[in-house]
């Protein structure tokens, strides 16, 4: 499997690059700013901030090869003792100022587990992405999906279904009676070689998702970056945001996977909006705009 992650490896660092480089683009004023890392049981990443900007707030593209003695809490997990791991993925999330550019988040991944002695004994990818909304054009949420939908197809047509559920089930909010968090999108994990995948089919499956993302996103930022917004429209965001905060902090694989393998907290946490809000017991207008995206909370088709 050493090629195949060594390919991976290679992809998301070029991922990386190509996502930053278009992100800046579509700002137009601010840059990443990039902090290397080292993890002290092996590896590191590349972490990639940006903040501040036009169109931007704050986000992150942080890429990660980290490897060595699988954490105590994971071995317990997986259900095996005295192993190794490798882990590498590339992970994002992209908080815009305009409430009327939805956030985004994507990440996708590769793992293997080992004997001591270095054998082989079990590996597979992750990965997926999912569009937070704060106010939508249901349009808008039709290309977000079809875009995933086209990367998936070629590889088997029961495949966007099937992840679309997964993501709808997975990005809820189960403490606020299975809120969902935004509109989904895709979400796989555990894909392994059997008789139908090859290693290489899985690591084709995942760069064809990894470069829908920017078809999938980028027309939703240069489609509503430029629309006036009031301080009212900011509260909800704020308001909305206080819900991705709980999901990244209760539920989130990602984020407890990293913190429990003690990644760098910093890069962890870099998915986090830079402003939130609570408000006790709050309820939206009916027949409001607000209303109307929690309509669209609701998991429905989107593709075609």
Known sequence: MTMIKDDFITYIHGLQDTICAAFEKADGKALFREDRWERPGGGGGKSRVIANGNVFEKGGVNTS????DLPEVMAQQFGVTNSRFMACGI???????NPFVPTVHANFRYFELYEQDGTLKDSWFGGGADLTPYYLE???????????????????????????KQCDEYFVNKHRNNEARGIGGIFYDYLRPNENWTATDLLRFSQANGNAFLQAYLPLVEKNKAL?????HKEWQMYRRGRYVEFNLIHDRGTLFGLKTNG???????SLPPVARWEYDFHTTPGSPEAQLETFLQPREWAK
């Open 65 to 68: 090869v980290v490897h060595g």
């Open 91 to 97: 992970s994002l999330v992209m908080h815009p100022l």
């Open 138 to 164: 249901e349009e808008d949420g039709i290309h977000f999906h079809q875009t995933f939908k086209d990367a998936c197809d070629p590889f088997g047509t029961t495949l966007y279904p099937k992840y679309k």
């Open 228 to 232: 006036p917004y009031t301080e009212a």
């Open 264 to 270: 760098r907290t910093e890069s962890i946490l870099m």
